[in-house]
């Protein structure tokens, strides 16, 4: 069985603050412990809202942010922290990412085919005329023709379109996984099921494992086959992505399905405390989801909840689950 | 009342004019939360500005006006002065308004989409909150009164001392929504103002307008791309695509049995949780505004189009009790595809 994803007490500390003195420390990631085992591909989502560390996640994936601790491995090679890693031609070769904004991700000034060009050359290592059947098959794959792309601007796409063309640039190498970080938040809703439907046909006819990063629930729901939800920094619930979505346990996971806006389901009318400590939040020795929740009692201020692992193969971060 | 007869808005860039919205006709009732859907580019935040009077260059009114009824008692109007200037150029005319920036704030108000990019960051709310006020409003306890509507708002009064950054997202938005309903306007605009929250906190602030609207009985325009957001808090949707009004109609009925065909598409193509089925996108793109537009502008992209539509465009007209559409096959799509049949 492929180990697709693993990471072991990954910790990523950000220090905010005055130069010398008052510093404080923001644990992104604490103790992120997260195994996926398979032999099929799987889409990995992890959700959670702005703050919850699942960017910093993503992005010590793609290794553009050093961990402080602990390490990660992807298909059974370790890509971050101590020991030997790749190279970094060997890692691109085998995570891509796509980012949220198409428009930011190519530049204004620079035709879309020079990037798609660039990665086949470098980072697939392939000839000339091999790296233009390579763009053109990648392209294909994505739903568009080569002759459609070549010597346009990303200012004559259309978002969807143009996260297409990220997609096609990531498939060039043959990755096997590629990290994608709130890949359709930028894009119209009549388009963002086709790139979310391409996601779904490459995982499965070409095999590609993928994690997405998002704070849409519903397409977390719709494509993924394991979920991670984080809150500051931590894991507070993992497993199945129907399971846990069907089932929340976490008192997190629920208020974040109910604050979802859905059609067909209208909101009770209950008023909503407000928490207004962000920052602290990430100092909290306990749960630090303690503050909003619910059912919290002294143990949770106090102690950190460790993984429950439940019948079902999920692991709930909660005293109480 | 707020009543658009038939509005013409165009920017003018370096290449040109281009109209972002055009041909709006539509009544807009009192007391009511009306949801302005649409994707990126149809018009919907132009439409805000246009109605709040918000005219800046290179944003102009080509075409058309805005009557407002505003005022609690029946019958008094207040016409807005967007006219077409006699003495202009013929490119358009260059158009002003003048009568209902004097009802800002008052009468008619606006929630922004950044609300960090609105309060000024060197300045302690509780200064920003008064100067908005004119000086015969500003006795010496309306420090006491601002505090006492936060408070009822359920904000921390200690919040209008705070400097905007010192406040979260969240807390940011809603200050901007105190601010925009103190004076009780009639009016409220709100222009995406979720859109950068997360979903928690969207849910507080969305509850919150409700809790204002009932309470005040007030019109609020609410534009928002996520057709979720409009199922919780609208009473009546307007639909818009490619600078053109397409549907509007009482929130139940365009999301239990939408007219156009765009709208029953956008809402089909959502997943949802708990549901399996495979969901499908709209295939193409919005058209160009830059090109001559003929006939109906979702037809490239519409299963039901016909030469009719490639040739003719949909006016915008009543096919049920207070449900318009424009689209020349109105409701027929459900008979059409044959798989629902009402």
């Known amino acids: 069985m492929n180990t697709i994803l693993k990471t072991s007490n990954l910790n990523k500390v950000y220090r905010l603050g005055g130069l010398l003195f008052n510093r404080v420390r923001i644990n992104a990631l604490d103790d992120v412990n997260l195994t996926v085992e398979s032999d099929e591909p799987a889409i990995i989502s992890v959700v959670g809202e702005s703050g919850s560390g699942k960017t910093t996640l993503a992005k010590v994936l793609l290794r553009l942010v050093r961990p402080t601790s602990g390490s990660a491995l992807v298909y059974d090679r370790q890509i971050a922290g101590e020991g030997e890693k790749p190279s970094n031609r060997e890692f691109f070769g085998m995570v891509q990412p796509i980012f949220q904004n198409p428009f930011e991700a190519f530049s204004s000034h620079r035709t879309v085919d020079a990037y798609l060009y660039s990665t086949a050359v470098r980072v697939a290592d392939l000839e000339k005329t091999e790296a233009v059947d390579a763009m053109a098959e990648a392209l294909r794959l994505v739903g568009l023709e080569y002759r459609d792309v070549r010597g346009k601007y990303p200012n004559q796409f259309s978002g969807g379109e143009l996260q297409r063309v990220s997609v096609a640039r990531a498939l060039i190498p043959h990755p096997k996984i590629i990290v994608a970080d709130e890949p359709v938040s930028m894009i119209d809703a009549s388009l963002r099921m086709n790139v979310i439907n391409l996601f779904l046909s490459l995982k499965e006819e070409f095999r590609r494992s993928f994690l997405y990063i998002t704070h849409d629930l519903s397409t977390a729901y719709y494509i993924s086959d394991y979920i991670a939800v984080m809150y500051r920094g931590c894991i507070v619930e993992f497993g199945d992505a129907r399971t846990i979505l069907a089932d929340p346990q976490h008192p997190y996971t629920q208020l974040l399905l109910d604050s979802i806006p859905e059609i067909g389901h209208k909101w009770d009318r209950e008023r909503m405390a407000m928490a207004d400590i962000e920052a602290k939040e990430f100092q909290f020795e306990g749960c630090r989801f303690c503050n909003r929740c619910p059912i919290a009692k002294d143990r949770c201020i106090v102690e950190r909840p460790l993984a429950t692992e439940k019948t079902d193969g999920r692991k709930v971060y909660c005293h109480f689950a | 009342m707020i009543r658009l007869n038939n509005l013409v808005a165009t920017y003018t860039t370096v290449r040109g004019q281009v109209d972002a919205v055009d041909g709006v006709n539509l009544t807009i009732p009192d007391g009511k939360i009306v949801g302005i ?306």
Request: with cysteine; glycine share 6%; hydrophobic share 40%.
């Open chain 2, 37 to 342: 859907a649409g994707e990126s580019g149809c018009g919907k935040s132009t439409l805000l500005k246009v109605i709040y009077g918000d005219l800046i260059y290179p944003l102009a009114l080509r075409q058309g006006n805005v009557e407002y009824e505003i005022g609690m008692s029946p019958g008094h109007i207040v016409e807005s002065k967007i006219r077409r200037n006699e003495n202009e150029t013929e490119n358009g005319g260059q158009v002003a308004t003048r009568n209902i920036k004097d009802y800002w704030f008052k009468q008619i108000s606006y929630i922004p989409q950044a609300s960090m990019s609105s309060l000024n960051p060197v300045i302690r709310i509780r200064k920003q909150f008064v100067d908005f006020l004119d000086s015969a409003q500003r006795t010496p306890n309306i420090l006491e009164k601002i505090r006492e509507y936060v408070k009822s708002l359920d904000l921390p009064p200690e919040a209008i001392d705070a400097y905007p950054h010192q406040l979260s997202g969240g807390m940011r938005q809603r200050i901007m929504v105190a601010m925009a309903t103190f004076f009780r306007p009639d009016i409220i605009l709100a222009d995406e103002p979720t859109t950068a929250l997360d979903v928690v906190v969207q849910k507080g602030i969305l509850m919150l307008l409700m809790r204002i609207q009932e309470e005040m009985n007030n019109t609020i325009l609410f534009v928002s791309h996520d057709m979720g957001v409009h199922y919780q808090i609208a009473h009546k949707m307007l639909i818009m695509y490619a600078a053109k009004a397409v549907e509007f109609g009482d929130s139940e009925d365009v999301f239990r049995a939408p007219l156009h065909p765009y709208t029953k598409m956008l809402i089909e193509s959502l997943p949802s949780i708990g549901d399996n089925r495979i969901r499908k996108g709209i295939a193409g793109r919005p058209p160009s505004l830059w090109e001559d537009l003929i006939g109906c502008r979702f037809a490239p992209r519409c299963p039901l189009a016909s030469d009719l539509c490639r040739a003719q465009e949909p006016e915008l007209v009543e096919y049920r009790q207070g449900h318009l559409a424009a689209c020349h096959y109105a409701g027929n799509h459900i008979n059409r595809q044959g798989s629902e049949t009402s």
